[in-house]
């Protein structure tokens, strides 16, 4: 790009053609004064309070919306800018009913901000006094309609962003407005949760409802961590007071991603139930505050038994997946070097062993493409994924890709149905022939020459060849045409990216290698090799607990009577525990229970309860999807009777073995060793894959 | 040099204003000695005498406060107003969202805890239909933002009256 | 032809009021009444707003006692939330309460009362204040001063600033105390109850000295109602309601302050925007009572802090009776007792070994749709009841004030102290002062008790009987 060469503020200064004034004052410190431009948002100067003067122009113009040219003269603080900036900024108060000393924003306010740095002492124009709404329908969010500057950061956001476009602005001038779809409330709206609106809103008008008044007055200060609601494994900032988490933000993090979904941002902050501040143990049908100790104890009596003696396997555990590598290493290692037994697993629906054998785990994690990829995606296509409740970052990237780069949505049996209108191709078939179609698919893109059967072992490549139209409507259970139109659409793409969600993993390995087959198939790679392909991980470490040996136990065929002792080490996991799991585990002897949030079913399955850290009390270490491994720093200190988990096995090995069999926790797996903070994983990939056609050719024959 | 003579009111407000002012704590003491307050809710002269400075609470919400708010801006040299309700309407402007007997229908006859409820008619003030700042009546000449303003901020800005300079571009608050 | 005096507006009291005495052809007077002349609307323009800034809203309907508002409605939000603010929280607002109660109490006898007292009520009245305390008594305004400033630094070092902090949240509080201003505010006690102790020996001698003229000053029977402990203690910020009538039989105990519906309600008068509530079992006016310091020290049992219950002995002995303490002038001699009890509650509560642990703010994951918070402010019982929707919308607002609670005493008070009095026929200004200082025993604060403010000057017009203005004196 070409240099271009102008003065502000009599500074001579270069850069690059296409730039706006306000970026060029920006990258050389010359501090203009805005309130409806954010980083990151397309500028609309709409304040006009960073206008500036340019030589030869007879009214000051918006520096935001102004590209850089050639020779310009600018000047941004000249007495008359200054002076209409004070009187923009006194219409603005004088426009709606702004009252600083009780709005939880101030302190933290652009807008008061704005009138500090411009002297605005009183409103020399008479006040209009409107009669405005407070919305404060939203479960999270309060919009009081008083203090809104009708800056449009929050419609942007929740457009350009989040791609939900659920806010917008309402009649023109002094009664434009700000609207949640069709004029509805925020909580009625279409609204995802995501609190995007929040962040970049620059006054009061949007606030957090649980947490406005934590901070006072005083400046808001935010520590980095990472989400651990979901495998995408955002990197999140947060404001920390007191022993409490405030509000909590995207830190952008090396995709610099600007947004989170429900999870991340309000879910975190939002417990359902009341946090556990004792150990408890269950005497008769009561638990009793109890000493920690009394718990090992119990816990080395019984494992002293001759039963266990003779049999470790009588021994289980279930861990969650939401917890940090550290956590589940040291956990996974007690059972199989302590007790030997390998009857443990981690209680994630996602890492099924139908994941493993697909992705094959074991050795490693393959190259999957990651969120920044998500925006260079031109077609989409989406099996078997609840996006908006299970990704909901994800979501927004795809959202927005369809809105504002027109790229193509293919859908297989989605569990929702946004962007409905938007939607090119969406099937409808039984959930369990979703790998026919997907083999299917391959097959017309081979047949269309888009793929290259040389990559695949030759047996799948006849085979595919054999089967005709007829043949893969039966064995679809759809139109074959609607296949072939979404294959025709995936050739034609450049930068197709599927996105594969638990739908489709549950029901066998086939499903997600027959998504691996297509990609590899199509040479549908990224720039630096990675597979343009999302296994959507639902849980924070989903992939890391997949650097650990196989599990040995199911909890699908899982006999509580084969069982004495089960270590239940769920953390602040409370979703992902399928109900007919806990029932089962009330048939166990005796189970212990590692979590900081009382769960009634959990408690019922309960003889002995350990209260741990929150997930903003502990750091640790993380593998996201795309198998960037990330270490969270923890937030704050562990309240004092909160057990580290850690110290709970090393206590219990300590108890229960003599000295020679002592244990120490082994370090992390070798795949983690040496890799830095945001860095990727070595991935693996040197394995062909075939899906399993024995289950096509009986359907069709059928 | 003759002592200055200082007038404060209270209109529309909550008197934080003027406890701000008590703020200052001692230096009560050094203000006695520059200033006399002639006139002030603190003390019991109870009108206004010529002054030098006119300090004033509060925005105006009726017709009394407006025929206060006359009467010192005519005995003072220079008006101040005091505090963001003076300054800005602030909280009791959110009044004027509604009309005037809602609101005061809603205060003396619906609420809770009133038996035998009737909206005061005699011997009170007339509410004036919108709660305005000070300026939107008389010529200010100051002003001091800040729900209260600290005795800090009014110290410097008061001593630099007193000394006859033009109070000088403080920093500023609002809350 | 009958007269009407105005005493307009009614000065050294924290708001908006005015008097006007109805005197008959010779002179005497017939009728006083109290009228209060602002109003602002809280109760009306705080709904619709999200709960969350009720406390931060509500304080500003008074700048003398912020803190009341900020804590009545914290505690309403703590029902609506259903939470229980951690033990340390709890601790950190009483403390920030203590310093309100000794600064307004300092506030209320030193600056304002304390000019009539010690200079006279007939002292000329541009002395009779503050400015003329500092330059007659130097060495007591420098006290009194000094009082209400470690009350003020009190709040600023819990709450972080002295006038409308932003500290209280439901579930708890948004800032710890650093052991520097705990250390800080330690080191002063010393000096502050030895300040209010001079206050107290003073304060006795004057009443020692005008036994007679102190016990016929609007002195009369009532009713009282505070809040104490359960065990019938003094208690400011929490406890349960408590009635003695004016023969000092108890007549509710340990009463739930969250139904005080069914105890109490108010009536409204043409003539004044503050309205008078009263006790609903005796009825409207019958059911007239008091509260704030007096009601307060006349309703317990014991203060629990030594020195001041050392105090609520010699208290006691001015009893009409024996029974209960009645002369309006003896809720100054509570105000002082109160400061004491607050600087020795000041001195416990820093001394507690988690004052200053951080955790403060208990998580709420219930939302209730009604909820009451009720303490006792300087001027007596104060209650916020709130109800939300189920979004946490603020439905509708009931606010009953301290000092509004006092109007019918007041009125009561001026009535007799006006016909003691003044003479309409041989008008002294210290006549009409007198009035005045018997509605500062009562320190309304008329901010609060009509959520606003004002003020006039003082006019005396002679009206005819057809109520025509024939001639008006101003001073």
Redo the contacts between chains.
């Keep these: 790009m070409s240099n271009v060469r102008l003065s502000i503020n009599e500074r001579e200064i270069d850069c690059a053609a296409g730039t706006t004034i306000l970026n060029a004052c920006k990258a050389h410190d010359i501090d203009v004064p805005t309130l409806c431009h954010f980083e990151g948002l397309t500028d609309v100067g709409a304040c006009r309070l960073c206008i500036v003067e340019i030589d030869g122009m007879r009214r000051p113009i918006s520096s935001c919306t102004t590209p850089v040219e050639n020779g310009m003269v600018v000047r941004t603080h000249t007495p008359r800018l200054q002076t209409l900036r004070r009187q923009t900024l006194e219409l603005l108060?004088g426009e709606r009913?702004?009252?600083?000393?009780?709005?939880?924003r101030?302190?933290n306010c652009e807008l008061?901000n704005r009138?500090?740095e411009h002297?605005?002492?009183?409103?020399?124009f008479?006040?209009l006094?409107?009669?405005?709404?407070?919305d404060?329908?939203?479960?999270y969010i309060?919009f009081?309609h008083n203090r809104c500057i009708m800056c449009t950061r929050c419609v942007r956001a929740c457009d350009e962003w989040v791609g939900a476009h659920t806010l917008d602005v309402d009649e023109r001038g002094g009664l434009s407005r700000i609207i949640a779809d069709q004029n509805v409330p925020l909580?009625e709206s279409s609204c995802v949760s995501c609190g995007t609106c929040v962040t970049v809103c620059p006054t009061g008008a949007l606030f957090e409802?649980?947490s406005?008044?934590?901070?006072?007055?005083?400046t808001k200060e935010f520590k980095e961590t990472i989400c651990t609601g979901c495998g995408v494994g955002c990197r999140i900032r947060a404001t920390v007071?007191?022993?409490?988490v405030g509000e909590l933000h995207a830190a952008g993090g090396p995709d610099n991603n600007r947004i989170l979904c429900e999870k991340g941002r309000f879910w975190l902050t939002h417990?359902?139930?009341?946090?556990i501040n004792n150990v408890l143990i269950r005497v008769g049908g009561q638990f009793e505050q109890r000493d920690v100790d009394e718990v090992v104890q119990e816990c080395a009596r019984r494992l002293r038994s001759v039963s266990i003696q003779k049999d470790p396997q009588r021994v289980v555990a279930l861990l969650s997946g939401h917890l940090p590598l550290e956590t589940l290493n040291a956990t996974q290692s007690f059972m199989r070097d302590v007790v030997g037994s390998d009857r443990w697993v981690i209680a994630d629906r996602s890492n099924t062993q139908s994941t493993r054998a697909a992705l094959d785990i074991d050795s490693g994690l393959p190259p999957l493409a990651g969120l920044k990829e998500l925006d260079r995606a031109d077609l989409f296509v989406v099996i078997g994924a609840n996006l908006e409740r299970n990704a909901g970052v994800v979501a927004s990237y795809v959202r927005r890709g369809v809105l504002h780069r027109r790229a193509r949505l293919l859908k297989i049996n989605p569990r929702h149905t946004w962007l409905t209108d938007w939607t090119d191709v969406h099937l409808e078939s039984e959930r369990r022939r979703d790998p026919m179609i997907l083999a299917a698919m391959l097959k017309y893109l081979i047949d269309m020459g888009a793929a290259d059967a040389a990559t695949m072992p030759t047996d799948l490549s006849k085979k595919l060849k054999r089967f005709d139209d007829d043949d893969i409507s039966i064995a679809c259970g759809i139109d074959a045409t609607q296949i072939k139109q979404m294959a025709a659409l995936y050739a034609a793409a450049e930068a197709p990216m599927i996105i594969c969600g638990r739908g489709l993993s549950k029901h066998g390995p086939t499903g997600l290698i027959g998504a691996l087959n297509i990609v590899r198939a199509t040479g549908n790679q990224t720039a630096d090799g990675k597979w343009r392909l999302m296994d959507l991980a639902l849980q924070a470490n989903t992939y890391g607990a997949r650097l650990f040996e196989e599990p040995g136990l199911n909890m699908h065929d899982f006999d509580p009577h084969s069982a004495d002792i089960a270590f239940l080490v769920l953390g602040d996991s409370q979703r992902e525990w399928p109900r007919t799991w806990l029932q089962k585990l009330r048939a166990v002897t005796y189970v212990v229970a590692f979590l900081t949030r009382e769960r009634e079913d959990v408690l019922a399955a309960s003889h002995a309860v350990i209260p741990t850290a929150t997930w903003s009390e502990r750091g640790g270490t993380y593998v996201n999807l795309e198998g960037r491994l990330q270490v969270g720093a923890p937030l704050m200190q562990p309240?004092s009777h909160a057990v580290d988990e850690i110290a709970f096995f090393q206590k219990l090995s300590n108890e229960w073995k003599a000295a020679q069999d002592a244990w120490d926790v082994p370090p992390l797996p070798a795949a983690c060793d040496g890799v830095a903070d945001g860095a990727l994983l070595s991935c693996r990939d040197d394995r062909d894959r075939a899906v399993d056609w024995t289950t096509l050719r009986e359907l069709t024959e059928a | 040099m003759a002592k200055k003579r200082i007038a404060t009111v209270w209109l529309c407000g909550c008197s934080g204003c003027h406890m701000s002012f008590l703020d200052l704590d001692d230096r009560l003491i050094d203000l006695a000695a520059m200033a006399d307050v002639v006139a002030s809710p603190i003390v019991d002269v109870k009108d206004f005498p010529k002054c030098d400075i006119g300090l004033v609470e509060g925005g105006v919400a009726n017709e009394e406060n407006l025929e206060v708010l006359l009467k010192l801006r005519a005995a003072s040299d220079t008006l101040v107003s005091l505090g963001d309700c003076a300054g800005f309407g602030c909280v009791p402007m959110l009044r004027n969202q509604f009309s005037n007997q809602d609101v005061l229908d809603r205060a003396y006859i619906d609420v809770e805890s009133t038996a035998f409820g009737a909206v005061p008619t005699i011997e009170v003030p007339q509410l004036l239909p919108k709660v305005k700042p000070i300026h939107e009546h008389v010529k200010v000449d100051a002003w001091i933002p800040g729900c209260p303003p600290s005795a800090d901020r009014i110290w410097k800005a008061v001593g630099a009256l007193l000394r006859g300079e033009v109070a000088d571009g403080d920093t500023l608050e609002y809350d | 032809m009958s007269r009407v005096i105005k005493i307009d507006p009614i000065t050294r009291v924290e708001g908006h009021g005015r008097v006007t005495l109805h005197l008959d052809e010779e002179g005497a007077v017939e009728a006083a009444r109290f009228h209060v002349v602002e109003f602002r609307g809280f109760e009306k323009f705080c709904e619709g707003r999200h709960f969350s800034e009720m406390p931060t809203l509500t304080e500003r309907i008074c700048g003398i006692c912020p803190v009341s508002h900020h804590l009545a409605a914290a505690k309403a939000l703590d029902v609506i939330c259903d939470v229980t603010p951690p033990p340390t929280a709890t601790k950190l607002r009483e403390l920030m309460h203590m310093g309100q109660l000794i600064q307004s109490h300092a506030l209320s006898f030193f600056h304002l009362s304390a000019p009539d007292l010690l200079l006279g009520f007939d002292a000329p009245p541009a002395k009779r204040n503050i400015f003329g305390l500092i330059a007659e008594q130097p060495e007591l305004a420098k006290k009194g001063i000094g009082l209400r400033k470690f009350g003020q630094d009190v709040i600023a070092a819990v709450a972080g600033r002295k006038i409308h902090p932003d500290f209280c949240v439901p579930g708890g509080v948004n800032r710890a105390l650093a052991s520097t201003d705990r250390d800080a505010l330690s080191a002063r006690i010393a000096d502050a109850k030895s300040w209010v102790h001079d206050g107290l020996t003073l304060l006795r001698g004057y009443l020692e000295q005008h036994r007679e003229f102190v016990a016929r000053f609007a002195t009369f029977p009532s009713y009282y109602l505070c809040l104490t402990t359960p065990d019938g203690d003094l208690e400011h910020y929490d406890g349960l309601l408590r009635v003695k009538d004016g023969a000092g039989k108890l007549v509710e105990d340990r009463y739930d302050p969250a139904n005080y519906l069914s105890l109490i309600a108010e009536a409204t008068e043409d003539w004044s925007y503050l309205k008078f509530p009263f006790y609903r079992p005796a009825g409207y006016p019958e059911g007239s009572y008091r509260v704030g310091p007096l009601a307060r020290l006349n309703n317990c049992e014991r203060i629990g802090t030594p020195e001041a219950d050392a105090e609520l002995a010699y208290f006691r002995s001015l009893a009409t009776d024996g029974a209960m303490v009645e002369a309006s002038m003896y809720f100054h001699y509570a105000r002082l007792i109160e400061i004491l009890f607050g600087i020795e509650r000041v001195e416990q509560l820093l001394s507690e070994p988690d004052i200053l642990s951080d955790d403060l703010i208990a998580e709420s994951t219930n939302l209730k749709s009604e909820g009451v918070g009720v303490i006792e402010a300087p001027r007596g019982t104060l209650f916020h009841h709130y109800f939300v929707d189920e979004h946490g919308s603020i439905e509708k607002v009931n606010l009953i004030i301290a000092s509004g609670q006092n109007n019918q005493a007041m009125n009561q008070a001026v009535t007799q102290v006006a016909r003691e009095h003044v003479r309409g026929n041989a008008l002294e200004e210290a006549m009409l002062n007198k009035v005045e200082a018997a509605i500062r025993c009562y320190d309304p604060c008329l901010s609060c008790s009509t959520h606003a403010l004002g003020q006039m000057p003082l006019r005396v017009q002679l009206y005819d009987v057809e109520q025509r203005l024939r001639s008006e004196i101003s001073r």
């Design positions: 108060f009913n702004h009252i600083c000393p009780f709005c939880p101030s302190g008061q009138g500090y002297g605005v002492d009183h409103v020399r008479d006040y006094f409107p009669k405005l709404p407070v404060n329908s939203h479960r309060a009081d909580g409802k649980r406005a008044h934590w901070h006072g007055r005083s007071q007191l022993r409490q417990p359902g139930s009341a946090r309240p």
